[in-house]
């Protein structure tokens, strides 16, 4: 009876997915977030205290039911109290030993026994094939009387496994170990189709204590945070409030290693190079598990999610976790003179080897090493700081969200667009912004690396693009081939020639959409940006160019998990449009690597399928390409005129690049297109 009652929540849950009108792609969250520190990295009871305190500060930046106690969610993350969880225990009969033990916090179905028995079932065996001793399973003690009656309709089962190190596995060894197990039992749970298993924590460093419930019912609804034997050296913490979502358990945070406000607008973006990278991803410290960690992206995450996951792969790779801040959520650097050549250096690395996750974020981060608070590269969410004399440090959304008397302050101050502060607590040292970012500068010699990067630019010969590309005849014929108006020509191509600016026209767009018009429209016309206006703020032209770069890199990329020279053999642009000059010298930089893709097909075979079928001779084409070698594939409609037709160059554009990512060669080649289509900022965009 258990399992036909999960069976049909399956089915449902499928149709909603499929049908409904919710994804969670339109996840974002805006909330509050920060973290409590001891700077000399020893745990005290005091850390606990302060951390559920300043959760209950930030609760105005959540939102509340109508019920009065059900929130979007608020949780805390913690160091694992070693001594806390060995006296429970011995006192089940068990011998410790002196070893680290590792704590799983863990969400099972509440209403299928079968199928939370069949969870059980799956994670002690992949804890049990990978060598470690289980010392069982702990009913988590909670009150569930104090929350909101929707908060306990979708309540999880919640339990703790805790998990003995006999053999000694060096500590970061077995973090590392738990997190593969993670995925493994997180992959073999989805193939059971069981949907309401989460892991909320599996470390031997943290544990997450979180729920759909209010920030001031935390400690309330979790009696172990009461518990004075409970002590941290760290604690971070989060209240959720859910612009584009739906509250549930599982979305509270804190996740496995950060917080986040905000919202990462290219997610979407984001998350298709991740899938591209994880062709070409490995590390040895992860041995033959790598297919085990792919996807890095369970598909359905949220932003935040997303980012953790990403974060989280970085970190058990072996960089240290500020240097994983500062690949994904970069610091502005094109016009800050502020900056040592070092830690540009640095960023340069960065930005060659990954794409940034960007948008407004405030994160507060930790591994159990290194606790970190960071911001966005605008600064587009708060976050200040406190350290007091008794050797605490307050980070969060607000200012005094744990009284402090004014004597007990050491120094005040808040995080700049960009900025991080941290604490190493291996060696209970507090690092500031400045000296944070020489010390992670000094690690590598990236000054030698980034002498590798070829500039666009030193390529341009006088002579290069000089030639002239149409007699007027011909000019008209490719204008019509791709359907310039005279409108297109006069109110856009000319005040743009004339003034190198984009047309200003009145406010607003009462333009028809695309798919209503009765008129021939572009395909370009049929998209709209994707942001999250609820908490967007605009950014005028002023401070984008402060923040903002239109740099480009071509060339093949390498595994983003290595750290060597070879990543930064790239071709850098200081603009994705180039002119044909800079085209002309591209080509001939590329000559050796490069591959022209002819983006049109004959007039005179156009029939039903002649569309369909250009478009997988083009994605042949590129494949054949890459696999031969390719580093640059160049899609152009050159061709296109009285007797062929151009494929729309945003639908070639795409069909490549999908089919490339299907194939896992996305990376080890550059998309390059030369099409007559571009006429506006916005085509530009779309591509």
Sequence with gaps: ???????????????????????????????????????????????????????KAVWHRGAVDADGKTGDGAGI????PQDFFKQHIIRTGHETGTGRLAVGMVFLPKTDLGAAEVCRAIVESEILNFGYRIFGWRQVPINSAIIGEKANATRPEIEQIMIANEEGVAEAQFERDLYIIRRQIEARVRDAQVADFYICSLSCRSIVYKGMFLAEQLSAFYPDLLDERFVSNFAIFH?????????TWKLAQPFRMLAHNGEINTVRGNTNWMKSHEARIGHDAFAEHLDVIKPVIPSGSSDSAALDAVFELLVHAERPVPLVKTMLIPEAVADNVDLSDEVRALYLYCNTVMEPWDGPAAIAASDGHWVIAGMDRNGLRPMRYSQTRDGLLFVGSETGMVPLAEQDLLHCGRLGPGEMIAVDLAEGRLFKDAELKEHLAAQQPYSQWIGNITHLDSLVRREDGSERMFELGALKTSQRAASYSIEDLELILQPMVEDAKEPTGSMGDDTPLAVLSSHY???????????????NPPI????????????????????????????????????PVLTNAQFVAMRRYMAETSVVVDCTFPVAQAGADALSEAIGRIRQEAEDA??????????????????????????????????????????????????????????????
């Design 1 to 55: 009876m258990a399992w036909n009652d999960m069976n049909r929540r399956v089915e449902e849950t499928a149709r909603l997915q499929r049908d409904g009108l919710y994804d969670a792609a339109f996840e974002h969250d805006a909330c509050g977030v920060g973290f409590v520190a001891a700077l000399d990295g020893k745990p005290r009871r005091q850390v606990v205290e302060a951390g559920v305190d300043a959760l």
């Design 77 to 80: 993350q913690l160091q694992i």
């Design 239 to 247: 209240q959720r409030y859910s612009t584009n979502t739906f509250p």
């Design 521 to 535: 429209r572009g395909l370009h016309h049929f998209f709209r940006q994707n942001f999250s206006q609820v908490t």
């Design 540 to 575: 005028d032209s002023l401070r984008e160019r402060r923040v903002m770069t239109l740099d480009t890199r071509l060339g093949n990329l390498s595994n983003i998990l290595d750290q060597d020279e070879s990543q930064t053999q790239v071709l850098q642009l200081a603009s």
């Design 626 to 687: 890459v696999r031969g070698g390719s580093e640059q594939i160049i899609l152009t409609d050159e061709g296109a005129g009285s007797d062929r037709a151009a494929i729309p160059m945003i639908l070639a554009a795409g069909a490549v690049h999908s089919h490339l990512v299907r194939q896992s060669l996305r990376t080890f080649t550059s998309l390059n297109i030369r099409s007559g289509e571009c006429l506006d900022v916005h085509y530009f965009a779309v591509l």
